[in-house]
């Protein structure tokens, strides 16, 4: 059975660098450490993680332990659930973004707003067919080409204000049609 003062003496060997101290150490305290980070996590293999990452913070900064009357346990348990406490944060944050990633839409239109978008186009294509060829053409340079009314007017050979009527009067014409 070791006893505190074991682990005591253990810890001041290895701030010297002693590697023997450090696999006794190891060997009298894994299992409890283990235990603790085991806690946090309820992951077996975090927690082995976690405790090799204990024992390496043990070996670094067994010089900054100060035995002063408190348990040497009490000084490597707070390192292990502090190393399993910062592990659990650093996987939470990541699976937080997946989480957020999964439940984002995604860019574009659904299925259901393509299958409505293609039935309107189809209405849309179906009521330009019933304007005049001259108005479904200016319509159609105006609104899908981007062409201006005074080029429309030039190309048609109408006046600029007859244009806008056009257009005003085939608008109007493919709205009816699309209310249908």
């Given at each position: 059975m070791?006893?505190?003062?074991?682990?005591?003496?253990?810890?001041?060997?290895?701030?010297?660098g002693d590697r023997t101290a450090f696999s006794q150490l190891y060997d009298a305290t894994s299992a409890k450490l283990f235990g603790v980070a085991l806690?946090?996590?309820?992951?077996?293999?975090?927690?082995?993680?976690?405790?090799q990452e204990t024992y390496m913070k043990v070996w670094r900064y067994a010089d900054r332990y100060a035995?002063?009357?408190?348990?040497?346990?009490?000084?490597?348990?707070?390192?292990?659930?502090?190393?399993?406490?910062?592990?659990?944060?650093?996987?939470?944050?990541?699976?937080?973004?997946?989480?957020?990633?999964?439940?984002?839409?995604?860019?574009?239109?659904?299925?259901?707003?393509?299958?409505v978008a293609g039935s309107e186009a189809r209405r849309i294509v179906g009521c330009l067919e019933e304007?005049?060829?001259?108005?479904?053409?200016?319509?159609r340079g105006a609104y899908l080409e981007g062409e201006s009314y005074a080029d429309l007017a030039a190309k048609f050979d109408v006046p600029l204000n007859t244009m806008r009527t056009w257009l005003r009067r085939?608008?109007?014409?493919?709205?009816?049609?699309?209310t249908q």
């Amino acid at each position: 059975m070791t006893t505190p003062s074991d682990i005591d003496r253990m810890i001041s060997r290895v701030a010297l660098g002693d590697r023997t101290a450090f696999s006794q150490l190891y060997d009298a305290t894994s299992a409890k450490l283990f235990g603790v980070a085991l806690r946090v996590l309820n992951n077996t293999a975090n927690a082995e993680d976690v405790l090799q990452e204990t024992y390496m913070k043990v070996w670094r900064y067994a010089d900054r332990y100060a035995s002063n009357g408190m348990s040497p346990m009490t000084w490597l348990i707070t390192i292990a659930r502090n190393t399993a406490i910062d592990r659990l944060r650093a996987t939470k944050q990541t699976s937080d973004i997946a989480d957020v990633e999964d439940r984002m839409a995604a860019p574009g239109p659904t299925p259901e707003q393509s299958a409505v978008a293609g039935s309107e186009a189809r209405r849309i294509v179906g009521c330009l067919e019933e304007l005049p060829g001259d108005r479904r053409a200016a319509v159609r340079g105006a609104y899908l080409e981007g062409e201006s009314y005074a080029d429309l007017a030039a190309k048609f050979d109408v006046p600029l204000n007859t244009m806008r009527t056009w257009l005003r009067r085939s608008l109007l014409a493919l709205r009816e049609c699309m209310t249908q």
